[in-house]
Structure formats: structure tokens, C-alpha cells
């Protein structure tokens, strides 16, 4: 029998470029990239669809009953995301389904919902999972769980660049002022906040580029012995 292939967790604030990392990482060692924050932004997106709003536990909680959303990882490493048959992957990226996402996602029943689904995608091993609560909520036994970081500053201005490649319009002060927001949001809600698990290893990526990062989460992994 082949043993389980190793999993990532890689966790941290909005900006702070666990994206594209952990794509690229995953791409390089050949494992399954899982962007837990766009099945967050899915969900949102279906509820907004449906006229429903973070206030109205009893509607969402049918939503999760009935909502056909899947993540499919493409070759490419891109995830591609469906709701009931529709692809939204671009859709979900707009600042407004961000905060009302970060918004659904302080529901203890979307997020049992959302762990539940994400420890199925990484039930046979063999991903790169990133989010806010991989590392101490949904993969807690994963191989390597890796922290990223940034100041608020730094992120605002990468996520500012990455909006305007996306076409959306956007002003500087209100990026900083949104990821302060949302980092407030997501470090302190009740149910499983934004925080590094006790054997994370911490990564300031501040000053680095994203080939450095990768290169450096490469080499923990080769430290411990994960390279394919
Ligand atoms: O990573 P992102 O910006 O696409 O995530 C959108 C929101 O989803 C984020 O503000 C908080 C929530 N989220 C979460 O609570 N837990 C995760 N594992 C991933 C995302």
C-alpha cells in the first residue's frame, strides 16, 4: 500500500500572498491546491443570489441543504469554482463578496459546513490547502503548516495592484481600510479566528517576492522531507 501523501496547511491574513503561494507550491511538488477562502466566497456569492443575508440563520441553513458548490482544481493549479453548475470563479473576487464572506463566515453552521467539505478534499493526502483555520481547525495533523504575514500596509498595496490586474476599480486608502476590517473580522470572531497553530512556522513575507516565499516553504518541506 502506498502511504498517504503529506499535506500543507498554509494560513494568514487577506494580502499576505498565501494564494499564489501555496499554487505555486502545490504546482511544484505535484499536489492538489485547495483555496478554502473561494468556497467562502462561493457560498456568499450563492447567498446573495438568493436574496440571503448573513442575518438570517434559518435561510442559510437551508442553503447549505440544497447549495451544489464545488471547488475543481484545474491542471494549471487554478481552482475553478461552480455553483450549481455555473462557474463563478471570477465573480467571487470582487471586493464586496470578500467582506461578505468574511461576514458568512462567522457562522459556527458555514463553517462546520465548510470543514467538513475541505477535510474530504484532503482525505487521500496530497494538498496544499490555505485559508484561515487549516493549520488549527481542518488539517490540525497536516505535515507542514506554515503562517504567513505581512504589515497591514504592505498587503494593501499588493492587494490594491492585484484589483486594479483584475479590473476592478479601487482606491488605496479604502484597500488599507477594508483588509483592516476584515483582519479585525477574521482574527476576532468567537468560532475559529485567524491564528497561527502552536508548531506553525512563521513567514514574514514582507520585503520578499513571491518566488522567495515559495523557495523558502520549499525548503521546509525538503527540510522535513516532502519533496516528491
Ligand atoms: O482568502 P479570501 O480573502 O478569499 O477569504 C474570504 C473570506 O473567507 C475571509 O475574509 C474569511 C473567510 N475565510 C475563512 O473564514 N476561513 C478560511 N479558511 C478561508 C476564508
Same mark, same amino acid.
Request: aromatic share 4%; net charge negative; with cysteine.
Given at each position: ?46 447567498? &446573495? /443570489? *438568493? ?6 440563520? %434559518? +435561510? ?8 451544489? $458548490? ?84 504592505? &498587503? /494593501? *498595496? ?6 486594479? %490586474? +483584475? ?8 484597500? $488599507? ?52
Amino acid at each position: 500500500m502506498t502511504p498517504r501523501r503529506p499535506c500543507l496547511a498554509i494560513d494568514g491574513p487577506v494580502g499576505s500572498g498565501k494564494s499564489t503561494v501555496a499554487r505555486l507550491v502545490a504546482h511544484r511538488l505535484g499536489f492538489t491546491y485547495v483555496d478554502s477562502g473561494a468556497m467562502y466566497r462561493a457560498l456568499a456569492w450563492a447567498a &446573495r /443570489a *438568493r436574496g440571503i443575508g448573513p442575518a438570517d440563520p %434559518e +435561510r442559510v441553513s437551508q442553503l447549505l441543504n440544497s447549495v451544489d $458548490l464545488r471547488l475543481e482544481p484545474q491542471p494549471d493549479g487554478v481552482n475553478r469554482v461552480m455553483v450549481s453548475g455555473r462557474d463563478i470563479t471570477q465573480e467571487i473576487r470582487s471586493p464586496e463578496i470578500g467582506q461578505l464572506a468574511s461576514e458568512f463566515s462567522e457562522m459556527p453552521a458555514v463553517r462546520e459546513w465548510m470543514v467538513a467539505l475541505q477535510q474530504d478534499m484532503a482525505r487521500d493526502g496530497g494538498v496544499v490547502m490555505e485559508g484561515r483555520d487549516i493549520q488549527t481547525v481542518v488539517l490540525p495533523d497536516a505535515e507542514i503548516k506554515i503562517f504567513l504575514t505581512a504589515s497591514a500596509e504592505e &498587503r /494593501a *498595496r499588493r492587494r490594491w495592484i492585484e484589483l486594479r %490586474e +483584475r479590473g476592478f476599480e479601487a482606491d488605496c486608502d479604502e484597500v $488599507l481600510a477594508e483588509i483592516q476590517a476584515r483582519d479585525h473580522r477574521d482574527s476576532n470572531r468567537a468560532h475559529s479566528p485567524l491564528r497561527p497553530a502552536d508548531d506553525a512556522v512563521h513567514l514574514d513575507t514582507g520585503g520578499m517576492d513571491i518566488e522567495q516565499v515559495v523557495q523558502r516553504v520549499l525548503e521546509i518541506a525538503g527540510e522535513r522531507n516532502l519533496r516528491p
